[in-house]
Nanobody, 125 residues
């Protein structure tokens, strides 16, 4: 059974930072690209960032480029999202996802096969 468990969300003031984690079990972690998505209240879920198996290829939504960094630790079966200079518009439930071989595919809109349960990030102004 594939499981993705996010952690690290919370309440932070604008300009602050958070580091999200996604622990993965039930599949060969280093064989899959990984991604982060988010869904704000009243909006559709959107792509945030994705990373290839070896972390060579990284993709970011324009809205987070330069502020967020995606990385992974294949030895720990864990993916991370370091979020800096957070803004109120970053408030959303953040989801990690996997099940694809190509990180670019997530950037291009391919739906992942597996999702975590999400972690809430709230940025106050």
């Amino acid at each position: 059974q594939v499981q993705l468990v996010e952690s690290g969300g919370g309440l932070v003031q604008a300009g602050g930072s958070l580091n999200l984690s996604c622990a993965v079990s039930g599949l060969n972690f280093d064989m899959y690209a990984m991604g982060w998505f988010r869904q704000a209240p009243g909006k559709e879920r959107e792509f945030v960032a994705s990373i290839s198996q070896s972390a060579v290829n990284l993709y970011y939504a324009d809205s987070v480029k330069g502020r967020f960094t995606i990385f992974r630790d294949n030895a720990e079966n864990t993916m991370y999202l370091q979020m800096n200079r957070l803004a109120p518009e970053d408030t959303a439930v953040y989801y990690c996802a996997t099940g694809v071989q190509i990180a670019r595919a997530l950037y291009d809109g391919r739906a992942p096969d597996y999702w975590g349960q999400g972690t809430q990030v709230t940025v106050s102004s």
